[in-house]
């Protein structure tokens, strides 16, 4: 599903050539969890930017779903990202005006306020355990109830990978399992998951780890 062959992302900052990323080879298969763990700098992000066709790399090949990524333009590049990526942030990134229903709603195509996009909107609260809150706002919401919000939004165009940085990075222990046990569930259900996270006791939930350090993949196992 997902193969990176060689990815290096390279930043010039003046003197200094920063390797965030230095010749990372990967492949992550279908229904796959995986947990990408390692310190502060070693590269998570940039990954996972790659990944989800936000950011191109500085050289080699990145094929997702048999579809060669990294020689396509920004336009098919967003195109590929609202078809087949969901993401999850550690901040949830939802918009503070807007109600559940609409946030969620948000990354369908048309216009929030469509019928079917409200009624998909509505399933996937459903699913995330928010039928009753989804005319809540992100101010009248508990943290996890929020990081809720933001997986119905990040599964409402059925993507087949969701990518989360640290999703329980702002969330106490125990609103943290419940987080864990919903992804968890969606990773039962068939959904690939890749997610960052410090902490080991988060990492458990995946199938397996990568961790990474200075840029490199230490070990995928
Ligand atoms: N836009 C950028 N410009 C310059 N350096 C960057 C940029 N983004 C990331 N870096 C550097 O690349 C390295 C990896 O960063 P990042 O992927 O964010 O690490 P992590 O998520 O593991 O903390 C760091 O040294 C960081 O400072
Ligand atoms: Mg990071």
Redesign the pocket.
């Known amino acids: 599903m997902i193969q990176l062959k060689n990815i290096k992302k390279y ?1 010039q ?1 003046g003197e200094n050539l ?1 390797k ?1 990323l230095d010749d990372v080879s990967l492949n992550i298969k279908k229904n796959d969890f995986v947990a990408v763990m ?10 996972m930017n790659i990944i989800g066709c936000l950011d191109t790399p500085s050289s080699g090949t990145y094929i997702l779903n048999e579809k060669e990524v990294n020689s396509l333009d920004d336009d098919e590049m967003a195109k590929i990202r609202n078809s087949n990526l969901g993401f999850i942030f550690q901040n949830f990134n939802l918009l503070p005006r807007l109600n559940a229903i609409k946030n969620v709603a948000l990354p369908l195509l048309y216009s929030s306020n469509n019928y079917n996009n409200i009624k998909k909107a509505i399933e996937s609260l459903e699913m995330v355990g928010l039928k009753d809150r989804i005319y809540h706002k992100p101010s009248e919401l508990s943290g996890g109830q929020s990081q809720r919000v933001a997986i119905a939004r990040a599964l409402i165009n059925n993507p087949s990978i969701i990518l989360a940085d640290e999703p329980t990075g702002n969330l106490d222990s125990v609103t943290s399992e419940e987080i864990m046990k919903l992804l968890q569930k969606l990773h039962k259900k068939g959904q690939t998951i890749i997610m ?1 996270t410090h902490e080991g006791s988060i990492a458990k939930y995946a199938d397996y780890a990568i961790h ?1 350090r200075d ?1 490199k993949i230490t070990n995928d196992i």
Do not use: E, N, R
């Open positions: 930043y900052m920063i965030a390692g310190p502060s700098g070693s590269g998570k992000s940039t990954l960052v990474m840029g």
